[in-house]
């Protein structure tokens, strides 16, 4: 079974940068391999699923990660890298497994430019109910899919649906290392409501330390995107990965790989 091992790429150990005072400005970083904060939520100890839960990030600064579920999408997913690479803007897509093996090549662009990719499971199953063997399965399936596309795993997961007890992400945190990642706008733009109301949705609700949900498996969401960054850059708005928004190195410039865990003692 897997876990992550490496150094970043800058060699600074477990230094979090300015990003991880915005994000937890009272919390001392963990020395492991991801350099963990020892709570997201600034709280304390580790006790709870919530404390490695990321649905915002505490801030002032006029920063938001735009996050793309479900992909990648062979038509759908190349039209919005055009977009985001006009735009000169990062973000992070959350992938499905059985996708990264059926487009490695497309999963390499996306990295190649800069973009983040996390982990959204191998088959895209509600995770309820779940035995703990089955969580990891469908998880560490998609992190190697991802490694062997582009050469590092993901740091970060999202469930499908956002369905993750809080036993359960309490689980994923000891046994791999990665924090479960939801959202603090929602467009709802699985429903189809039409481009213009998306880019509505999104800049009207957006705030400071925002998580954002998309679907890059829509066309009216990327239709939606142009006039979507447009509007939050005009509120102020900068663009931040998910790594960079709660305070972790670019993962794109990490250098990270799965090894095998050591048995337990």
């Known amino acids: ?9 800058d060699r600074r150990g477990v230094l979090l940068g300015l990003g991880a005072v915005l994000a937890c400005p009272a919390v001392i970083g963990r020395a492991e391999a991801q350099a963990i904060p020892a709570s997201f939520t600034g709280n304390g100890p580790v006790t709870r699923g919530a404390d490695v839960t990321v649905q915002r990030v505490n801030t002032r600064q006029p920063v938001v990660a735009l996050t793309f579920d479900d992909g990648p999408h062979p038509r759908l997913t190349p039209q919005l890298l055009d977009i985001l690479r006009a735009a000169n803007v990062r973000a992070t897509f959350y992938m ?75 689980m994923l945190y000891a046994e791999r290392n990665m924090p479960t990642v939801l959202w603090s706008v929602d467009p709802q733009d699985w429903q189809r409501p039409g481009s213009s109301v998306v880019r509505q949705r999104i800049v009207g609700s957006a705030h400071p330390g925002a998580v954002v949900l998309a679907h890059d498996i829509h066309s009216p969401t990327v239709r939606a995107m142009p006039a979507t960054i447009e509007g939050l850059a005009a ?19 990490r250098r990270i790989r799965i090894a095998a865990r050591s048995p337990r003692s």
């Open 1 to 9: 079974m897997p876990k992550f091992s490496g150094q970043f790429a």
């Open 96 to 170: 499905i497994g059985r996708n990264v093996a059926r487009y490695p090549q497309l999963v390499a662009r996306v990295a190649a430019e800069g973009h983040e990719i996390g982990n959204h499971t191998w088959s895209h199953p509600s995770l309820y109910g779940r035995s703990d063997a089955g969580v990891l399965n469908e998880i560490d399936r998609t992190s190697l899919a991802i490694q062997n596309a582009v050469g590092r795993p993901p740091v970060t997961m999202r469930p499908p649906y956002g369905n993750l007890y809080d036993r359960q992400r309490l």
């Open 235 to 253: 509120r102020g708005f900068r663009f931040l990965t998910v790594s960079e928004l709660i305070g972790w190195p670019r993962w794109d410039q």
